[in-house]
């Protein structure tokens, strides 16, 4: 994605990873998932951010798009785990409250 402020995205990556409490049952998908989520938001350029619906499309490696918020689309989310789709939409969203 353009612009972004590669050590404010690591900060509220971070954070955000540091709020997840790691007993709870999907605690390490969802660390994978903000870590997948960072490389996609730092590489990938299909990717852009929605204001009106506050969700963020993306084109998948997998060749989907994906729109992603508290749902997404993609298998993951399907059956129930957590995926970087939605971890890089919450991440844009904290990544926009510290930038602001
Ligand atoms: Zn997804």
């Not at 997998?62 to 399907?78: D, F, L």
Request: some cysteine; overall charge positive; aromatic content about 8%.
């Amino acid at each position: 994605m353009l612009g972004i402020n590669q050590e404010t995205l690591a900060e509220v990556a971070a954070e955000s990873i540091g709020k997840i409490n790691p007993n709870s049952t999907n605690a390490k998908r969802w660390i994978n998932a903000i870590a997948k989520a960072v490389v996609e938001i730092e590489n990938n350029p299909f990717m852009t951010w929605q204001p009106e619906s506050h969700s963020l499309l993306m084109l998948s490696d997998s060749g989907n798009i994906y729109t992603a918020n508290g749902t997404c689309q993609c298998k993951a989310y399907e059956q129930g785990y957590p995926c970087k789709h939605r971890a890089a939409a919450r991440l844009i969203v904290r990544y926009q409250e510290k930038a602001n």
